[in-house]
């Protein structure tokens, strides 16, 4: 059990890869991965941040609409070249993330009815942004970050890349990484360790929100569009299930950062053999729902062992 | 041969036989031998992490064994589940408490057990009732109604003792119920000991504290380095041999190596590292005032609600007073703010180990940096050699006992839990050290060691100042006691006056005439 807790997502990735080798036509091939990777870009961006808040035994449920709002504000700014509007659309993302963690840090609203709500006002200041309209992304900039590759590696799978190295570098090697788990541990004992709990928990939000707010960048550079009605629509829950399956508990204390890369990763091979195998849209979600389950049940067999 | 009840000495009521119980690393029970006969009084003793709170937990099902099995009554059987062994009559009190703490007093004592009414709903008012009723036999006081987290730690575990006593039980297990409980909530606990075993119902104690062996057990088992070394009665066993074969070394060292370590308390005369004045908070702590100097441990005295811990708390800065301040070395300290009563200097060492100390999922080496990390840290990116210059440090001066400082503080034995906590608090180098019973759940020989330490770091030149129960220690280890009662400084003992008798009577607030018999 304690075996499967730790190693079972990449097990399952392993099966998957070997199943598909030997039933699913084309799919080990290199220009197959690049598209699987290209593709869960935003959610593994998503996931990483929260893999953070989980660690904080928080939740973060307005990812998708920080995507959003980054999305609606790229147009405003790309006259000035693809630097500033990032820079923006980030600032943006950040302003969600000082509310969340204004809430739950300082007024002690609970994490998921915090974020709830800005997941919900979230993209109604998103739609107010972009005065209810689907934009078409044009400068070249931007497009190739969304489209061209250096040395076969996609822009936006780099950003990926550096933004888990980051990530990892920030849980495993600095103070921050460490009082941040502390914090998840045990808030109380944290507290009067004389850790500054309030402001490690704002920090974790805005992170959390900026990396979001990349996502949203890289999913409109994707799509050649500014959409902020449906772009990260429920992706918070493929980014919890990722980092649930990927090994970080729901209860906080820990952070699995290659974890959460492996749960992103078998999110979108499942989606992919699915697809690939004609199997219906409905079918999958429900499939994601499974796999959520047997992960949330692993995970608390955990628990029960302690 | 015949039990103080008189039950025939073959007859046992719980018994393990070869019991074996290994973790990552480590066999903490190995081949344990373990008999219980009805109406016995067992003490289960042993250093800190020498398998006690393991065997209790694989005796109530919590853990399953490796090897080895378990007898009730004479038959073999095993517990899947604490819920097995609680329905076979195998009632137990874990060293942590482990109640619900957001439901209420009476809510917790009859979990899984709550009177119905005719809709199949729990009848509250019943619950409430009988509740009231169960405390009221065994004279505890409280709001049945009041969520459990709302109580003092100490009134928590008399809750857990009441549950434990209202299940209907042959066996009771209590591992180290009076580390947390005040000398008058001891005196209630023995009472209700006394009334189980008048019913026949079997005891096993864990304690680290020996006059209490003495007076509730009448055998002995003993564990060391997880085997069972000494199974016997207790009349038998003079304290310095008890002691000798918990520890493993001959009659003669232990006999030298005396048992409290506290040497001869001194005052000081220069000025004060703290100055506390006129600390007040409402319904908590009025008008406290109070001067401490370099080298001096001072004791604070006071029944619990008398204010002692809410005094500590106050000074550390986790609680935000309505009045007063606290200075150290002339500079005023921030009112309510920790991380500012760490920057000058004062740091806690909380009396909840586990919800106020620890940080369960973390190593024991990033407990024992936490409050330091960014001092070890160079630009914001910790350093492990640093880290480890320090942590090797005092896991040796401290002997915590582990596999190593990266295993995970939760796998600690209680006592070594607390030696971690200590660690954590000397490795930010303080000028005063603020300690809410510093050696709970430690065993005789660390226990000296804690003791011994406190000595050295006040020859050093720290403050400190230390709340403790246990009424022996404080008078040993501190030259000056301030009594405490109903949040106020009730009086102040010096040199000749820091006597468990005086200390006694200041307590309660009159002279006691008869002295107590203490072993
Ligand atoms: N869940 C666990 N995982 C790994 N090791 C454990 C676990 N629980 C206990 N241990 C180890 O087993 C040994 C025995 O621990 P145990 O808690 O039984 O000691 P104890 O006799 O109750 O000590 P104390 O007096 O300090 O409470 C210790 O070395 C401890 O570190
Ligand atoms: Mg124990």
Known sequence: MAYLQQYGVYIAIVLLLMYNAAFTSNFISVDNFRTQFIQMVPVLIVALGMALVIGTQGIDLSGGAVMALAAAVIPLYIGYGLIPAAAMAIFAGCLIGVANGAMIAFIGVQPIVATLALMVAGRGIALVVANEQLKSVTNPTILSLGRNSIVGVPYSVLVAVILVAVVALLVNRTTFGKQLVAVGGSRRAAELAGLPVKRILMTTYILAAALAAVAGIVATARLGASVPSTLGNLIELSAITAVVIGGTPLTGGKVKVVGTVAGALLLQLIAATLIKNNVPDAYSQITQAVIILIAVYIQRGKLAVR | ?519
């Open chain 2, 1 to 519: 041969m015949i039990t103080p009840t008189g039950t025939p000495r073959d007859a046992t009521v719980l018994e393990a036989r070869g019991v074996t119980k290994r973790f990552a690393g480590i066999t903490a029970l190995d081949n344990v031998d373990f008999t219980l006969h009805p109406g016995e009084s067992l003490a289960l003793m042993g250093e800190n992490g020498a398998g006690k709170s393991t065997l209790i937990k694989v005796l109530t099902g919590v853990y399953q064994p490796d090897a080895g099995e378990l007898h009730l009554g004479g038959t073999t059987t095993t517990f899947a589940r604490p819920l097995d062994a609680q329905r076979s009559g195998i009632s137990t009190i874990y060293q942590e408490v482990n109640l619900i703490p957001l439901l209420s007093v009476a809510q917790n004592i009859f979990l899984g057990r709550e009177p119905r009414d005719r809709w199949g709903l729990i009848d509250f008012k019943q619950l409430n009732e009988n509740a009231r009723t169960l405390l009221d036999t065994y004279d505890i006081h409280v709001n049945v109604r009041r969520p459990l987290h709302r109580l003092a730690l100490g009134m928590q575990q008399m809750v857990a003792l009441a549950r434990a006593v209202s299940i209907d039980a042959r066996v009771v297990i209590m591992d180290e119920p009076t580390s947390s409980l005040e000398a008058r909530e001891v005196e209630t606990l023995f009472r209700v000991i006394g009334l189980l075993r008048a019913q026949g119902i079997a005891i096993v104690y864990v304690s680290h504290r020996m006059d209490e062996i003495y007076r509730v057990c009448d055998s002995v088992t003993v564990l060391r380095d997880g085997k069972s070394v000494h199974s016997g009665l207790l009349a038998d066993l003079p304290r310095v041999e008890l002691v000798s074969i918990m520890l493993g070394r001959s009659v003669e060292k232990t006999k030298r190596e005396s048992l409290t370590a506290f040497g001869s308390a001194r005052t000081s005369s220069q000025a004060p590292t703290l100055i506390a004045t006129d600390l007040t908070r409402k319904h908590q702590i009025s008008g406290i005032s109070l001067e401490i100097r370099p080298g001096e441990v001072v004791g604070l005295g006071g029944l619990l609600g008398s204010g002692r811990s809410e005094t500590l708390k106050a000074l550390a800065g986790v609680m935000k007073v309505d009045n007063g301040h606290v200075r150290v070395g002339g500079r005023l300290v921030k009112n309510g703010s920790v991380s500012a009563a760490i920057r000058a200097g004062i740091v806690m060492l909380p009396e909840d180990r586990k919800a106020e100390g620890i940080i369960p999922n973390l190593s024991i080496r990033d407990n024992i940096v936490l409050a330091a990390l960014p001092r070890l840290s160079v630009g914001g990116f910790t350093s492990r050699a640093r880290q480890d210059a320090i942590v090797d440090v005092f896991m040796k001066r401290l002997r915590i006992k582990a596999t190593s400082s990266s295993q995970l503080v939760s796998e600690l034995s209680g006592g070594n839990q607390q030696k971690v906590m200590i660690a954590r608090w000397l490795a930010m180098n303080p000028r005063v050290l603020l300690l809410d019973e510093p050696t709970r759940g430690i065993d005789v020989g660390a226990k000296a060691e804690v003791q011994a330490l406190i000595n050295e770091l006040a020859d050093e030149g720290l403050a400190i100042v230390m709340v403790s129960s246990e009424v022996e220690e404080v008078v040993e280890g501190s030259a000056r006691v301030i009594v405490l009662r109903d949040g106020s400084v009730e009086t102040e003992l010096i040199g000749d006056e820091v006597t468990e008798h005086h200390l006694l009577s200041a307590l309660v607030g009159e002279p006691i005439t008869v002295t107590k018999e203490l072993p």
